[in-house]
């Protein structure tokens, strides 16, 4: 077993057996909020693989802050240094930076663009070899550290000057021995289990009990399986958007202004695909202040993607896996416990996202009411897995089809003749089954009791509301049979 320091003789049950098992890929959460980064606008996940180089047994020595330090410093300037990052390049000097890379192609001009948001700019170039080296650059984005230089206007025929990326060091975990993950987690109780997933979140694990855990691990179900579709609704301050801004580069952010299928689908300018093409989750922060289009193709288009995966436009057509999360705020006297009998969720979100045929199509609703303000005790000061490890572990786990499998072979309800109920529930159950038992150790009532409950009180939700805002919608009361109580 990893001999835990001084610091470290304190370790709950959980974190023990985590040093035993998964030493090399676990960091003290802590640290993060201890490093230094200042007010540099990077995600936890970054952070933690910076700090996973220099830390020395589990801490943060003062030489290890010192080499931090400087790495920050050489790599991450400050935003305000923006031009005088430009200047440097403009004399021709060789930069090396920390950023979040991206690549999109024209297939009208055949030419490939690099996205470098610290400089602003979204059409520098590269080298080819570095794409076929790299090709998550043309997916989601990869935070990395890229060599530049600047070209500068030359003759008719760069009439413009250029910057240029000739190298590339990405931040991505090494090899993932995903069976050996599924493997370890028989040598913990599911209570262990749990703590480590919400560790690695970075949320406390000792603050919260057994309900609110479950739907803080709620929060990621997205993550791990295709197409999960999710409201939460809470007052401000109690963490809705920290999870998707910080565990995953498979997350992709939109807050507040206008959402158009051009970003969302297909670009019939560029003739580039949207967002649902390169992430694993979309989410839509500060739903109040999103607005759609005025033609309605935007709610049109979510309607049929939410359904079936598939997006049109133009002369091109596609399908996608990416889940959606809708983030709204509720008022702070809302904390209290959900009655089927109060006013719509929904009174809160614009008109265009209020449509019954729209919310049908969503999974399950989180009641974020429930879980408390974020404090200074809010964050992990316990071990969990690295960021960049438990985001690819999650990624890795979507394709899996055997625990789908085994939901539809063992899921048993009553009341549930509805197929969108079923299809929901089936997948929420398939997601809390891969983050809870992924080694499928499991019987049929912990199955019942952790998988399926929570999904179908999820879905249960959504019947709720549906009921509120049209009176097609007949009251459903599903349950899950009584056979495993």
């Not at 304190?10 to 003290?28: H, T």
């Not at 410093?73 to 991206?102: F, H, N």
Request: hydrophobic share 40%; with cysteine; aromatic share 10%.
């Amino acid at each position: 077993m990893t001999s835990l320091n001084s610091k470290q003789k304190g370790a709950l049950p959980f974190e023990e057996k985590a040093l035993e098992y998964f030493a090399e890929v676990l960091i003290n959460k802590s640290l993060i909020l201890d490093a230094g980064f200042g007010a540099r606008t990077i995600p936890t996940y970054v952070g933690e693989w910076i700090l996973s180089r220099y830390v020395e047994h589990g801490e943060l020595s003062d030489r290890s802050r010192t080499q931090v330090t400087q790495f920050i410093g050489k790599y991450l300037p400050p935003k305000g240094w923006r031009d005088a990052v430009k200047e440097t390049l403009l004399k021709q000097q060789t930069i090396r930076l920390l950023d979040d890379y991206s690549v999109s192609v024209n297939l009208k001009t055949g030419m490939r663009s690099l996205r470098i948001p610290f400089l602003d700019i979204a059409d520098a170039s590269l080298d080819d070899s570095l794409v076929e080296k790299h090709p998550l650059l043309l997916t989601s984005g990869v935070w990395g550290i890229g060599e530049l230089t600047y070209l500068p206007p030359e003759g008719k025929e760069h009439k413009t000057g250029e910057v240029w990326m000739h190298s590339f060091q990405p931040f991505q975990v090494g090899v993932l021995d995903l069976e050996y993950y599924l493997e370890c987690r028989q040598y913990f109780t599911l209570e262990e289990w749990r703590d480590l997933l919400i560790s690695s979140m970075g949320f406390n694990p000792s603050l919260y009990g057994g309900r609110q855990k479950t739907l803080l691990l709620a929060r990621i179900l997205p993550f791990v399986e295709p197409r999960v579709n999710l409201i939460e609704v809470a007052p401000k301050g109690t963490g809705k958007s920290f999870i998707y801004d910080n565990l995953s580069r498979y997350a992709r952010v939109v807050s507040g202004g206008k959402v158009s299928p051009a970003v969302l689908f297909h670009n019939l300018v560029t003739n580039v695909n949207g967002l649902v093409t390169h992430y694993d989750v979309i989410v839509f922060d500060e739903i109040q202040s999103i607005s759609g289009d005025s033609t309605g193709d935007l709610i049109a288009g979510l309607k049929v993607y939410l359904e079936s995966g598939k997006f049109s436009r133009g002369n091109t057509e596609a399908t996608a896996d990416a889940g959606f999360v809708m983030l709204g705020n509720l008022p702070a006297d809302t904390q209290t416990a959900y009655t089927p009998g109060r006013k719509s969720l929904f009174d809160e979100i614009p008109n265009f996202l209020q449509e019954t045929a729209f919310i049908d199509r969503m999974h399950g609703i989180i009641p974020g009411w429930e879980l408390p303000r974020v404090s200074r005790e809010t964050p992990s000061h316990q071990f969990g897995f690295k960021g960049d490890f438990f985001a690819e572990v999650l990624h890795r786990l979507r394709g899996n089809m055997r625990y789908l499998d085994f939901v539809q072979a063992n899921m048993r309800l009553n009341h549930c003749n509805d197929l969108r109920d079923r299809k929901a529930i089936t997948r929420l159950a398939s997601a809390y089954l891969k983050l809870l038992f992924p080694d499928l150790r499991l019987g049929k009532r912990e199955f019942h009791l952790y998988c399926v409950e929570p999904a179908v009180e999820m879905r249960q939700r959504v019947r709720y509301e549906l009921q509120k805002l049209d009176a097609e919608y007949s009251a459903v009361d599903i349950t899950v049979s009584d056979e495993y109580a």
